[in-house]
């Protein structure tokens, strides 16, 4: 195995100031695992600002935890001190024994010479997830979000948690809520968008993670749909769409909260077959309450929203609007995400799978769209400038006219015309 050239150069220049040196953690890993790396980390026994003084260009990006990032050759190489240095343990071992898992315990000199105190390749042989000593405990005593961190080593990677490891996580799962959601939402995106998501997903429910990263899809575990068309509970239907979907963030998100809304919407009739209806509209609700909790950003949360509330799109009977108006809303970006989360929708169910109905809106709005028809308040033949010169004032007002303007457009494209439109919007506003 070799490092890169800027890399090696590093550690040389460090080594030549008397100070060790050596790549660490994921890049290893990946390496040894004959992947290629997507940054590379160097772990020295230098002092922060004894890194900043050695190396012309630096960024202290985390000095408070002793990293700082150094630019070699134009690319970044994030070096860290060895972690015990402050108690005074300056050396490769402890630093390695503080690490999360011993698959990220691993170091390599410029050479290509291994350390390895704590047995990281033969887990990573044996595909196990463990902490180096098995000290689970202290390591995510120091930062709960490992115990995330874990089961994404074990979904993206395709191994197993050691036992040491789930016992620490159900004894300390409650110490997720002292992590803040930007780094918990930025590790459920990486499960999420693993090979296997679904698995991810078990694991967070096995391991009393989930009720802390999602709370909101609790109701669904085990919530019997008594329906013929599905042969799952709600929960386990939506992890078989979630399996379903492409890695695509927005689709898989959908995957999951496209039937959140239907544990509070469920009602059974005569014959004891249960029935959801307008599910996807308080889907939509508990979407966005739950998006934002997460601070996901505002694109995100309006498209993903969006694919949940229309996901029900594909039969005519509960199109809420004309396709016109159904393309309009979804936006035509995201229509390629619609038909993903629908078909995924149709697998995640009981067999046998019909996509005709799916078929026939895919072929119709494709149709629709090659007639070139005004679609977005953009398309209108007027604009806020127009009604301004009419004598309306900008405002939410201006807003609701224009969006009703593009409604009467969409059942009458030919109304799509100044004139007509300007005429329209002095009678509803006089």
Request: with cysteine; aromatic share 6%.
């Amino acid at each position: 195995m070799i490092l890169p050239p800027n890399v090696r150069k590093v550690i040389d220049i460090l080594n030549d100031h008397n100070r060790e040196a050596f790549a660490v953690g994921g890049c290893v890993r990946d390496l040894l695992m004959e992947k290629p790396p997507t940054d590379y980390d160097v772990a020295t026994s230098a002092l922060p600002q004894e890194i900043m003084t050695i190396f012309p260009k630096t960024v202290p990006v985390g000095i408070g935890h002793g990293t700082v990032m150094v630019m070699m050759d134009g690319v970044p190489v994030e070096v860290s001190t060895f972690k015990g240095i402050i108690e005074g343990q300056p050396d490769l071992y402890e630093d390695l024994r503080r690490r999360d898992f011993t698959i990220n315990a691993i170091a390599m000199d410029e050479n290509g010479v291994i350390h390895d105190p704590f047995g990281g390749r033969k887990d990573l042989k044996e595909q196990i997830v463990r902490s180096p000593l098995n000290q689970s405990m202290e390591r995510f005593q120091e930062d709960p979000l490992r115990m995330l961190r874990a089961i994404r080593f074990a979904v993206g990677l395709d191994f197993s948690l050691h036992p040491t490891v789930t016992e620490a996580i159900l004894d300390l799962h409650d110490l997720l809520a002292k992590v803040s959601v930007e780094r918990i939402r930025d590790e459920f995106n990486r499960i999420l968008l693993s090979d296997h998501p679904s698995r991810g997903m078990e694991l967070l429910l096995a391991n009393d993670l989930l009720v802390h990263v999602l709370p909101e899809a609790m109701p669904m575990v085990n919530f019997d749909q008594h329906n013929k068309n599905h042969d799952k509970d709600v929960f386990q239907h939506a992890l078989a769409v979630l399996e379903a979907s492409p890695p695509r963030l927005k689709v898989r998100l959908a995957a999951l909260f496209h039937d959140i809304g239907k544990p509070a919407t469920f009602t059974q009739d005569a014959d004891g077959v249960g029935h959801f209806y307008g599910h996807h509209l308080k889907g939509q609700e508990m979407t966005r309450s739950s998006l934002e909790r997460l601070k996901y950003d505002n694109k995100t949360i309006e498209d993903v929203t969006t694919l949940v509330g229309a996901h029900m799109t594909r039969f005519a009977r509960l199109r809420d609007a004309n396709l016109k108006k159904l393309i309009s809303q979804v936006g035509k970006d995201n229509l390629t995400d619609l038909y993903d989360l629908q078909k995924a929708d149709i697998l995640g169910s009981a067999p046998p799978f019909d996509f005709s109905s799916l078929d026939k809106m895919q072929t119709e709005i494709e149709q629709t769209l090659s007639e070139n028809l005004p679609r977005t308040i953009h398309d209108l033949a007027i604009n806020g400038q127009d009604l301004i010169e009419i004598g309306i004032s900008p405002g939410p007002a201006m807003g609701k006219l224009l969006q009703h303007l593009l409604e009467v457009v969409l059942e009458d494209p030919q109304k799509n015309d100044r004139t007509t439109l300007l005429q329209l919007s002095i009678e509803l506003c006089h």
